[in-house]
């Protein structure tokens, strides 16, 4: 298979696993000015040069809708990520296209003037197409219709202190002041769903290495407490509430419930809860600390079984990078740690490894629906998302059969720090297709920058 600069080439990609809609079927997928042109058997005559896959997986290009790439940058947040290397680790992870959350950049996206900051900062630089999400704080709802006008692809908000403090927590005043109009632009509100207001019964010691107390300290009531208020929201306003990185068990009755009545609320989680486990986090192991918090055994089973009912529509990375130094491994300490988790290139084998252990029954097309369908409907990206005439020739050609060991220097990230090094996982993005050019292919990048600035239509 060879690599054209050329988005405009016309040519077919041929693989015996094309994960459709209807299914994953051997066919021939004809590409055309950067879109798919039609799709046919796979033995099928075609009038145009053949790429043949063999029997790598073709699934649809990921659309990952939570990412905080950190960029612009300033003080007091100065060399975190940027857009070149986080698309770039995107494009190595079969990830075609991300939207940027409005925190931890300088300054954060809760304006037009800071939204336009960022696209300016991003332009020319992006290796995979790149959507952005308005911020929603205490005091600048005033600024909301503007960042829908612009073309922000969600408003999201924290129901509790994000961790900086340019970017307050909403409280339910401005949630309820905003719904209306994000309802009649069809935008979601996305939210943080923590409520601190309830404290934590008791913390099982004192020391700040303990992985238990941090995960004592930031109880699921916390998360059933806050989707309790948005469900709330939802229904008496009708906005589309899309709750994010959901990390108990206890919420999904409530969200069930709420969906058997109509509410329009979505759910997504994420690879960590997926994958990892409280009893596996040593203390100390701060390169694990993220909030909501990595459950226990039993939540992580919980949390497959409802991405398998439907219950939980989708996964995202929230890939969230600082500064090496800001996880304290030297010391260890939990209470001054920076809570995230960086695995932006890692989401696609982090899943796939995940559901093979947790979850065997699991699909390509499970895979397609979490990682792109989805997550394009989110966010209204109608030419994303699926393989289908008419859309986006963006796909990756996946290995479902090979395993690797990770191992830092080879993540494309600024930082290199994720707690998943050293851990075998399976699966490889051999080779990315964005809008019909390879972008990546084996760990190199073939061209220059070739994303796009998305902007949803007004």
């Not at 947040?77 to 986080?86: I, N, Q, S």
């Not at 969600?154 to 949630?175: C, M, R, T």
């Not at 309820?176 to 935008?187: F, N, Q, S, T």
């Not at 809860?273 to 909030?291: M, P, R, S, V």
């Amino acid at each position: 298979m060879g690599n054209s600069a050329m988005g405009s080439e016309r040519f077919a990609l041929r693989s015996r696993r094309v994960v459709t809609p209807e299914g994953c079927d051997a066919r021939t997928i004809v590409v055309s000015g950067g879109r798919i042109e039609a799709l046919s058997a796979y033995d099928a005559a075609v009038d145009c040069p053949v790429r043949d896959a063999g029997d790598l997986v073709v699934l649809p290009g990921l659309v990952d809708t939570h990412v905080h790439v950190n960029d612009p940058d300033g003080p007091p947040r100065v060399g975190w990520e940027g857009f070149e290397t986080a698309t770039r680790a995107a494009a190595a992870g079969g990830i075609t296209t991300l939207v940027d959350m409005p925190l931890n950049s300088t300054p954060v996206t809760t304006s037009v003037a800071a939204l336009e900051k960022k696209r300016a900062s991003a332009s020319g630089r992006i290796h995979v197409d790149v959507g952005f999400h308005g911020g929603l704080v205490h005091d600048n709802t005033s600024e909301i219709n503007g960042l829908l006008d612009a073309g922000v692809l969600g408003i999201k908000a924290f129901l509790v202190h994000s961790g900086i403090d340019d970017f307050p927590a909403a409280g339910e005043a401005e949630l309820r002041a905003v719904a209306p109009l994000l309802k009649k632009h069809g935008v979601a509100l996305l939210a943080h769903a923590e409520l601190d207001h309830i404290p934590p019964a008791s913390l099982p010691n004192e020391d700040p290495r303990s992985y238990a107390r941090y995960l004592a300290s930031r109880p699921a009531n916390w998360e059933t407490s806050a989707i309790r208020l948005l469900l709330d929201i939802a229904k008496q306003s009708g906005v589309h509430v899309h709750v994010v990185h959901l990390a108990t068990e206890e919420a999904l009755p409530d969200l069930i419930a709420a969906r058997d009545y109509r509410v329009p609320v979505t759910v997504e989680t994420c690879p960590h809860y997926l994958y990892f486990a409280a009893e596996e986090i040593a203390d100390g192991a701060t390169q694990f600390k993220c909030a909501p918090p990595i459950r226990e055994a039993r939540t992580r089973a919980a949390l497959w079984k409802a991405l398998r009912s439907g219950d939980i529509d989708m996964i995202a990375s929230d890939h969230s990078p600082c500064p090496p130094d800001l996880k304290r491994l030297d010391t260890g300490d939990f209470t001054k740690s920076w809570g995230g988790i960086s695995s932006l290139q890692l989401t696609l084998p982090i899943t796939w490894t995940a559901a093979m252990r947790f979850n065997p029954a699991t699909t390509f097309n499970n895979l397609a629906q979490w990682l792109s369908t989805f997550p394009a409907k989110l966010v209204g990206l109608q030419q994303k998302g699926a393989i289908v005439a008419g859309k986006d020739a963006d796909f990756v050609l996946f290995d479902p059969d090979a395993a690797f060991t990770v191992e830092a220097e080879s993540l494309h990230h600024r930082h290199k720090l994720t707690p998943y090094a050293g851990q075998t996982l399976r699966g490889v993005a051999v080779q990315t297709y964005l809008r019909g050019r390879i972008v990546h292919e084996r760990g190199q990048f073939p061209v220059q920058p070739a994303g796009q600035l998305l902007a949803r239509a007004t």
